[in-house]
């Protein structure tokens, strides 16, 4: 599955900088024809959204106050080299919040032709003080992960998602709706980060950063040490293209904002620009101007940007307004006092039996909420109203660190039906926890013939494409979990196709027998858990 993500590729050989690839996809018509139909007409119909909003709001319907968003920074390391500081995700924020209120040192920079388009963005950056649940967090998640290179070599660019799957040994996606979520780790070497667009599925939504190029200063690489490539790919999560999209085209007043980069104080630029050439001018618009090399959406060195345009931050302004309005009022900046001693379980990784009926082996994964470091705590799991048992960790956790607990095999079940697995924590460093209501995780799980065991963390995400269709459409979901089901009924709620088993992570439905006509798809499994979809066939 190919979803469109925008990023820098930096071909690096001999320690020197190959000034030859960046972006996969050079212009949006070459990523929408890499979608799939489902994510493209997403894409798609976020954009013309917020086009629309902007022509409605020609300032963006911002009411002239900062908006604050809460960030989640997501550091996924293998080894120590990977594992950066706090004080690396806080000259992060800084960075930002310098770039996007153009309060950065230098702005002097900015050529004489360009400091009138030179914009306060009006946003300001916040690592989250709470979580989803309402407690207090640092924003910054540290967890180890097997994983060495997060590398997909099914893509062309070697783009992968699978940081954003607690599953596969990422981090889960904070709500989109109320956090910017920042995965920080070792992506393939020629990356420098990527970022969703307006209109990506939610579960890959945010944006992923070289841990090399993540803040400023010692521990990055030159000539990308100076944060901009994570403000460059927020703009991007933001709503904004490169201002050398479709390249020299939007030359005048009547074009600039319905084409290109849709901004038209930005100059049209025939390509990306690499280093710092202030002699650039590739394009021929009324009026003519240089090429904006200093524009954070380029392709140049960090050294060189300096600047968004007034009409980038108000494009910016209207996709917060438009299409991520939920930010400006989700409580994740609200600050929440981290307690003493807080720990919880975060996370319950799918179970693998070895034989009939579940001699259950899992592994969960603990969160450290609050101040103090832990150096010992009990995990307390639990099935159905069974026995508890009880496994003591001991080692070192850090405040904001998670350990994996493994736990050992538990006597087989009799039956093959749903149970309820519950996992908590107690005890962390031999005290009383100071905040019990984040201790416990539940999830529900099947026991196959096979010993395979399903829990199911977190329902399944399906999406259906093409929609509209004609002969046939696809239900999809990236993890497959058994006991779903879907029907199908059309407005009068007549029944077309009744409960077929979902047995694979796509399920192909043939429309053939449909006539035209909207229609409903319901999606149900054992336990009640209902998603529904809406169809349209042509």
């Not at 939007?250 to 038209?264: E, P, Q, Y």
Request: proline content about 4%; glycine content about 6%; overall charge negative.
């Amino acid at each position: 599955m190919k979803f469109f993500y925008t990023f820098l590729l930096l071909l690096i050989a001999n320690s020197l900088i190959a000034q030859t690839v960046y972006d996969g996809y050079s212009s949006y018509a070459a990523l929408l024809a890499s979608k799939k139909t489902s994510d493209r007409a997403s894409i798609i119909a976020t954009n013309q959204l917020i086009n629309s909003y902007l022509a409605q709001n020609p300032q963006g319907g911002h009411a002239k106050t900062v908006i604050t968003i809460p960030v989640v920074v997501h550091v996924l390391y293998h080894d120590i080299s990977q594992n950066i500081s706090d004080a690396q995700v806080q000259s992060q924020i800084k960075v930002l919040n310098e770039d996007y209120r153009r309060l950065n040192a230098d702005t002097s920079n900015t050529r004489a032709v360009f400091k009138g388009a030179a914009a306060d963005c009006q946003l300001n950056f916040k690592l989250a003080t709470q979580d989803v649940n309402g407690m207090p967090t640092t924003g910054i998640l540290h967890s180890y992960t097997d994983t060495a290179m997060w590398d997909n070599r099914g893509d062309p660019y070697h783009i992968s998602q699978q940081m954003k799957d607690s599953a596969a040994g990422g981090q889960n996606t904070w709500n989109p709706s109320c956090y910017l979520n920042i995965w920080v780790c070792n992506i393939y070497s020629n990356l420098l980060g990527y970022s969703s667009l307006p209109g990506d599925p939610a579960n890959e939504d945010g944006v992923v950063i070289s841990y090399r190029y993540f803040g400023s200063g010692a521990g990055t690489l030159a000539p990308y040490d100076k944060g901009r490539t994570t403000t460059h790919e927020i703009g991007h999560w933001l709503g904004l293209y490169h201002p050398f999209e479709g390249a020299c085209i939007g030359l005048n007043s009547a074009t600039c904002a319905t084409t290109g980069d849709f901004c038209c104080d930005t100059p049209p630029t025939a390509n990306a620009s690499f280093g710092c050439d202030q002699t650039q001018n590739s394009c021929t618009e009324i009026p003519n101007m240089p090429d904006m090399i200093e524009n954070y959406m380029m392709y140049t060195d960090d050294n060189c940007m300096n600047l968004f345009s007034h009409d980038q931050a108000t494009r910016m302004q209207a996709t917060l307004n438009a299409v991520r309005s939920g930010i400006a009022t989700c409580s994740g900046a609200t600050t929440i006092p981290l307690l003493t001693n807080d720990i919880g379980v975060y996370y319950i990784y799918n179970a693998i039996g070895n034989s009939q009926y579940c001699p259950f082996v899992s592994k969960v994964r603990v969160h450290n909420y609050g101040n103090n470091t832990v150096t010992a705590f009990t995990v307390t799991i639990q099935i159905d109203n069974d026995a508890v048992h009880q496994y003591t960790w001991t080692g070192n956790l850090p405040s904001t660190f998670n350990a994996d607990v493994t736990l050992t095999s538990i006597s087989p079940l009799t039956t093959a039906t749903y149970h309820k697995f519950k996992a908590w924590t107690t005890l962390p460093n031999n005290v009383t926890d100071a905040n019990p209501l984040n201790d416990m995780k539940v999830s529900n799980f099947t026991c196959l013939p096979d010993g395979l065991n399903n829990i199911e963390v977190e329902d399944p995400i399906f999406t259906l494409y093409p929609n509209p269709a004609e002969t046939n459409c696809t239900l999809s979901t990236a993890t497959f979990t058994p006991g779903w089901t879907f029907s199908i009924s059309n407005q009068l709620g007549q029944e077309m196709v009744s409960k077929m088993a979902i047995t694979n992570t796509s399920t192909n439905i043939s429309l053939e027998n449909f006539t035209s006509g909207i229609y409903f798809i319901s999606i149900i499994n054992a336990n009640g858990k209902r998603q529904n979809k809406k169809l349209i066939k042509n």
